[in-house]
């Protein structure tokens, strides 16, 4: 039951190509590696066949420019292999063994790890908000404009927050440590203002 | 009991297996609800973001739990479908994750359910251990002035949901046949209405914009958009993407003051992030000598949008027929004091502008739902600890009804998490007791159905859905939504 739970929550995000809203392909992170397995043939109407079939491709080529079998925490060339470290809400730690070119939102949800992609990596909210070790944080490059934009509105906003939908793995981010903001009882306390909505 | 134990920590240390370690979040899932007779069942009444978030977090900490999402409409999604501006469709991208949500086993969705008509609170509570209001704000702030009522004159909330297909602003059929368009207020809501206004038709005509309100548009005289507010630009309410927008808005020019922003560049560097990096971008557009190429841009515009600052709503001025909104009197005001606690006092000076369409874009505003349930009137909330009601035990709140209407949607997710987290706490403390089993939707839907209300499954949102998109393939469109709750309800018979 908890297992099936589990898959459900990490094929949430793979069949987002079930989407009856039409994806921006410009933000996702799919389209920037050119991973993508619509690619340039996406398809104005979507039957639900298309989707499926659409899905059941990125199980099978995962988020990295290398191939891996979906669950499968060992790749082939160890030069590629990433360590990271999630800091869920609960602030329990969960070592991750990761790729080069891994997607820090669907690493996550690939792992069960409770970071909301509410807009699927476009760009249009602050939902997977991380923030990223102070080491490795300088490590990143730059975010877009529009990242900072979306970040603006995060509640919570630190200095090293970053959206994980625009982290991609490196080496030189080993042993970085990605912590969900707390939802927090201390939200709502004394000097908090309205966010815009 | 003991065994149980002795089972799970054997299976704790067979190794951190993802799915144990999401099981206990540190402590044992749906707590004494494991041990009791029956499943522990919520009732959730709302079916906009902060509904589903709730019942998300809820089905995930628990997975015993059968949770109910009930919606007055036959649709589900909320501000999402009704609210979220049609040009902004990444941001409808979560309607997946609430679909996925509403199709997990423990889920139910019963759309076209009133709840305080057709159902009662008390009722609910006694068929479900825990209740969770989510069902929004559905009023609006008044300006509260003379000629309010004047043709021509609208709330943001009923012109949003006019050109976002919410039934019951079908009617409102705005004239657009004026030159100049007023806006009061200068939130996100507020920008949004004024994009909407002066984007071009091309843009318009792709989106799920409804096709009543693009004929509207398309026929519109609207070439100049006040966006007014009391305030100054460093209390502006609106965030940066969509100031950015109004500057990238094709075949528009912005009309600033630049008196308005005058001693903001000496303290912008002092501001926290998001207010530096926005105000930033406004002093840029007020002040700087755009390049020639902008330049050039904004001399072709036919189209003009401008921030107003320091005014204030007094009175809706009437044509000579008395019948229509033909301009909008204005008080100037001052600021005392600076940043968000800055006051805007009375000057005494008042000014006139000719405009035939108003619209007050001043916050939404939750109602009561029920006598019985605790309201905060002043505030327009649910007085609450944390989502736990105020005096009422096993009645939680998550949303706007809990904070009032203000954030985004990741503001709605943690506060949403958050009542779900309250309710699991009371679970696990006995403070909630879902000892005892109860009827849940059962018996729920046995009243429904002696009261003549049929209910809209997820399934049978997902043939509206069907019928709307494919409708929407005709004319290029993402969907071209169904316009009436009878029209909805004649789809899912079918």
């Given amino acids: 039951m908890m297992a099936a739970s589990a898959a459900a929550r990490s094929s949430m995000v793979l069949t987002f190509r079930l989407s009856r809203v039409l994806p921006n392909c410009s933000s996702c992170p799919f389209n920037k590696l050119k991973a993508c397995a619509s690619g340039s043939a996406r398809p104005q109407r979507r039957t639900s066949l298309d989707s499926f079939r659409t899905a059941n491709r990125h199980l099978q080529t995962g988020t990295g420019l290398y191939h891996s079998e979906e669950g499968s925490s060992n790749a082939e060339n160890p030069d590629d292999v990433v360590n990271v470290v999630y800091v869920d809400r609960s602030g ?61 509105m995060a509640p919570m906003l630190q200095e090293n927050s970053r959206l994980g939908c625009q982290i991609f793995l490196t080496r030189e981010l080993e042993g970085m440590e990605l912590t969900l903001p707390k939802v927090t009882r201390n939200f709502y306390v004394d000097g908090h203002t309205p966010k815009p909505h | ?17 993802r799915w144990i370690s999401r099981l206990h979040e540190g402590k044992h899932g749906c707590g004494r609800a494991f041990f009791s007779s029956g499943k522990p069942k919520v009732c959730i009444v709302g079916g906009g973001p902060a509904g589903f978030y709730t019942a998300q977090h809820l089905i995930k900490a628990c997975q015993d739990a059968e949770v109910d999402i009930y919606e007055r409409l036959p ?48 009722e609910l509570q006694q068929a479900y251990h825990a209740v969770v209001l989510s069902y929004g704000a559905e009023g609006n702030r008044t300006m509260g002035v003379p000629g309010e009522d004047l043709a021509g004159v609208y709330s943001a909330k009923d012109f949003v949901g006019w050109y976002n297909g919410l039934p019951n602003c079908q009617q409102l059929r705005p004239d657009l046949s004026c030159e100049t ?22 843009v318009l005509k792709k989106t799920d914009i409804t096709q009543p309100a693009l004929e ?74 755009p390049g020639e190429k902008e330049q050039e841009r904004r001399n072709k515009a036919s189209r003009v949008w401008a921030f107003r600052f320091f005014r204030s709503p007094v009175e809706i001025l009437a044509n000579p027929d008395n019948n229509r909104a033909a301009g909008i009197r204005l008080a100037v005001n001052k600021l005392e004091g600076s940043g968000e606690g800055a006051q805007a006092v009375l000057t005494g000076e008042v000014e006139d502008v000719a405009c035939g369409l108003v619209i007050s874009s001043i916050g939404y505003k939750s109602l009561p739902i029920d006598p019985s349930v605790p309201f905060d009137s002043r505030k327009a909330i649910v007085p609450n600890n944390m989502g736990r009601v105020q005096q009422a035990a096993g009645l939680y709140c998550s949303g706007w009804l809990k904070t009032g209407p203000t954030g985004v949607i990741a503001t709605t997710m943690n506060n949403s998490f958050d009542t779900a987290r309250s309710l699991m ?13 109860k009827p849940g939707s059962q018996n729920i839907s046995g009243l429904l159905e002696k009261r003549g209300v049929i209910p809209v499954i997820f399934s049978d949102w997902e043939k509206i859905d069907s019928v709307e998109i494919s409708r929407g393939e005709a004319t290029g469109k993402p969907r071209e939504k169904l316009l009436s709750v009878e029209e909805m309800l004649q789809v899912t018979r079918q």
């Fill in chain 1, 92 to 152: 329990q730690r969960i070592p991750i063994k990761a790729k080069v070119g891994d997607n820090v939102l669907y690493l996550a949800h690939k792992h069960g790890i409770e970071l909301e992609g509410a807009c699927e990596a476009s760009l249009a909210c602050s939902t997977c908000q991380v923030y990223v070790s102070a080491a490795h944080f300088d490590k990143l490059p730059e975010p877009e404009e529009r990242e900072d934009d979306m970040l603006d």
């Fill in chain 2, 75 to 122: 649709v589900p999604f909320g501000l999402v479908r009704f609210g979220v501006a049609p040009d902004h469709p990444e941001v409808k991208n979560v309607i997946n994750t609430f679909t996925q949500t509403a199709k997990q086993s423990g889920c139910s969705f019963y759309g076209n359910v009133n709840v305080g008509k057709d159902v009662s609170i008390q």
């Fill in chain 2, 181 to 202: 368009a007023v806006i009061l207020g200068q939130g996100n809501v507020a920008l949004d209405i004024a994009r909407i206004l002066l984007s071009p038709v091309d």
């Fill in chain 2, 425 to 437: 706490e009371d679970m696990d403390s006995g403070m909630l007791d879902v000892s005892a089993a």
């Fill in chain 2, 216 to 289: 509207a548009l398309t026929k519109s005289q609207i070439r100049r958009v006040l966006i007014v507010g009391r305030r100054g630009p460093a209390q502006i309410a609106c965030t940066i993407k969509e100031v950015r927008e109004m500057v990238n808005l094709p075949d528009t020019r912005p009309e600033m003051v630049a008196a308005d922003f005058q001693g903001l560049r000496e303290v912008v560097k002092d501001l926290p992030r998001p207010r530096k990096r926005l105000t930033e971008l406004m002093l840029k557009t007020a002040l700087e000598t």
């Fill in chain 2, 1 to 17: 009991m003991s065994s149980h134990r002795l089972l799970f920590s054997g299976l704790w240390t067979i190794g951190r297996t």
